[in-house]
């Protein structure tokens, strides 16, 4: 049964840190690609991070320098660390698995909840 299982998520404050996980089953993790998104209430679903299956990462310009995504592909996880929280991170966020000609699968989302 193919599956993602966001986790980690909760309330921090201004200033502080969260990691995310992702873990995958039933699906070849080590080939695809793998991706952060996050959405605030009444906004739109954007990208946050992603990592290719060579573990090349791409960042939006407003988590740079703070967050960094990972993969293990051994354990089939794909982690975000999430440093020096912003009020503005507050969102839901969301993995998703991408290989073409496979499609695009996303986990159920995990809530984010920055204090200032």
């Known amino acids: 049964q193919v599956q993602l299982v966001e986790s980690g998520g909760g309330l921090v404050q201004a200033g502080g840190s969260l990691r995310l996980s992702c873990a995958t089953s039933?699906?070849?993790?080590?080939?695809?690609?793998m991706g952060w998104y996050r959405q605030a209430p009444g906004k739109q679903r954007e990208l946050v991070a992603t990592?290719?299956?060579?573990?090349?990462?791409n960042y939006v310009d407003s988590v740079k320098g703070r967050f960094t995504i990972s993969r293990d592909n051994v354990k089939n996880v794909a982690y975000l660390q999430m440093n020096s929280l912003k009020p503005e991170d507050t969102a839901v966020y969301y993995c998703?698995?991408?290989?073409?000609?496979?499609?695009?699968?996303w986990g159920q989302g995990t809530q984010v909840t920055v204090s200032s």
């Open positions: 990592i290719t299956p060579g573990a090349s990462t």
């Open positions: 998703n698995a991408e290989r073409r000609h496979y499609g695009l699968l």
């Open positions: 039933g699906i070849a993790f080590s080939l695809y690609a």
